[in-house]
């Protein structure tokens, strides 16, 4: 058996050495969240002692650390390599322009050929007008002769202004032709300014060895991809069906054409170091800045990076980072770091982060000098909001129907074959998940957002309704996804369907459960609205102290033709002080949970129906308080 030999050696100088110019051909890609992991293949004629070769066209993005060089024969090694910039086009790119020059020139000498003849039609033109007045100033002239006088005119006439039209449309078109010919020699020019770089390495070989082939690899930023999933939801009794997909960019310098692309969803430039713990001192906390610092590579000018933090100083997981104006966004790690690529028509121009997280206050910042770190603040009000959550009827059978479509082994998910829809091969590792596509698949590099269908699966799921009348006058739809660890869902964005209809967008977050809990969009079908009623609001004084009562009404209506349960969830206000009692004084078919002050009402609509109810509760505190029902 043939053995892999591996090498990674000191760069070299090898501008005194002669070199081979040989083609490569990218073969394989892995694209992570940040960066892609590029596999090219060379065959090359190996002759006895040194061999020295070149490849062109390599992406200047690239890390230089990463490169790899591997033989297939144990008789070549490869004893060197070296990175180095292109700064004029290479021979190819020459020839094209060339090529394309040719081009532009012929169609230019026919549009002076062309615009000669415009010139003489025009003095045609204005001889001819100029006799026409002439012929319009004689007199004595037949009627008969007049007549044939103008006609001649006439026909002389539109066939000049018919010839000029011709030639005005040949001459914009050819206009058209030349435009494009100078665009793409611009293209060719800009793209071989500094834009491409080149591999130069060197192997000895003891024996000649004809059609040897050589793989190189080596990490190049500017590319990245992003998960992206349909959730369809068709009846309330039915699996939910999800569709993975994968939005996809580079814009690297290289083409990636016909290739065998692979997603993974770990982060290679993430510092692999395990942090040491320093002695703390009573009062003097420790600086663990340069450790998170170190976590991701030095940046480019097409990335921003960086941390989010609470007031505490803690790193806030899932914090959606966007770049305003566009769809480009990524969410923070488990520790609050963050990286994302600028799309290229954005580089070099003014760009706004926009910060954002359920319960703390969006933050924006001007995309300047990396690292940029934001601490974000807690927002009062949407700390203080209820949750209230409902579910739809589902029969046990059909919960264990939809559960049983899982058999047999993918990627660690059991699942039936006819349920499943796949497009890539799924192969969990231990620190990663990487997806590899069945079919080749080519990536141009135009920074482009490519958007590729991944798999589609039957997940079981509970469907709830969701309402909060207190805070949203709506009822909302909620599916809950049991086991969502199995399905190795990534965190990103979902598009929400419905019976057939698509209800809106949110972002798929990891969660510390064992349910994923992802809102369907509003029902207008249920209907709730709460109110309260004043008849019912009075104040009495007992003693020393006080007493407000207050009493809300909940109405809901379910206009469907299937019954449905609901929960609805409401609140008493909680007292924070010792001289203040709260207490309920009517719930009506609802718990009360004295802790949170959470009320719960499970609620059984029929189809077509309406169903009422009240709630009410006291404040007692003494006569010198001053006390508000603020909600």
Known sequence: MKKTTFFVFLFLSFSSLAQTKVSS???????????????????????????????????????????????????ALVTGFNHQSSVFSDEESNDKIIEIGKKSENITSQKRKLEIEKTLLERQEKLLLENQKVGGASVGMKSEDLIKTFDYFETKMKKILNQQYQIKTSIDSLDKVIKEYNKEINAIQQAGENKY??????????????????????????????PNYDFIASELNKPLKVVYKSKIYQYSGEDWKDIKLTLSNSLPQKNSTVPEILPWYWG???????????????????????????????????????LKGTSFGVATDQSGNFRMAIPPDRIGKTNELIFSFIGFISESRIAGNNPINVILKEDSQHLDEVVVVGYAPQ???????????????????????????????????????????QEKVSLLSDGKDKTLDMKEISVPVDFQYVSVPKVDEAVFLKANILDYEKFNFIEGEVNLYFEGTFVGKTKLLNQNSDTLSISMGRDPSLKIERKQVKTFSKKQTFGSNRQDDFTYEITLKNSKNQEVKVLVIDQFPISGNKEIDVFAKKLSEGGFDEKDGKIKFDLLLKPLTDKKLTFSYSVKYPKGFVVKNEE
């Open 25 to 75: 051909i990218v073969k394989e890609v892995t694209v992570y969240n940040s960066g892609a992991q590029v596999t090219r293949e060379v065959t090359v004629d190996l002759k006895k002692d040194e061999n020295n070769f070149v490849i062109k066209g390599i992406s200047p993005e690239i890390d230089i650390n990463s490169i790899r060089i591997k033989t297939f024969d144990e008789k």
């Open 284 to 322: 003097q906390p420790n600086d663990y800045s340069h450790y998170f610092e170190n976590l991701l590579t030095v940046s480019n000018k097409g990335e921003v990076w960086g941390k989010v933090k609470d007031k505490e100083g803690a790193g806030i997981p899932g914090v959606t980072v966007s």
């Open 395 to 437: 029969k046990r059978n059909n919960a264990v129907a939809a559960s049983t479509v899982f058999s047999g082994k993918v990627a660690g998910v059991s699942v039936k074959s006819d349920e499943v829809t796949t497009l890539i091969e799924e192969k969990e590792k231990p620190i990663s998940v990487d997806f590899t596509f």
């Open 197 to 226: 770089s080149e591999i130069v390495f060197t192997i000895k070989s003891e024996n000649y060895l004809p059609k040897s082939k050589v793989i190189i690899s080596y990490f190049v930023k500017n590319a990245g991809w992003l």
